[in-house]
């Protein structure tokens, strides 16, 4: 069954265990991608794509309920020790860094629960405390 996306906001990066996933909003509920990536990068590619097409053939998804998901809002590339944490809201950041590739390689990121002690970036911060955006 094909179903149109809805709006740009309605479609996410998440981490399901130990790979991500793309997922979307529906008016019936939430569904989760069956493909599962290691990299946040490919799994924002695929949405990306998504929503290019903006129609999604359910055949290929599987109802949230089914999957243990994990929402993480903060992506923190790990390897490097001096870069703070970011607010994630399913495709980009909220400083949209990601987005415009000003996080340089976009690779080492990965999405966590907590800062892990990291400071948070202030745009992102601004950002989430200035409008009532979404945080997954
Ligand atoms: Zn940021």
Redesign the pocket.
Known sequence: MKVKLPFYRSIYAVRVNNNYHVKVELESGNYIHNHSFESLQDTVKLADKLLEVGEIDLKHWESEDTKNIIHQKYLICQQKRQT?A??WDGLD???T?WGTGGLGNAKGYKLYKTNLGRDI?W??LKNSQQNDRHLT
Do not use: A, S
């Open positions: 703070k970011h607010l950041t909220l400083c860094m970036c745009m992102c």
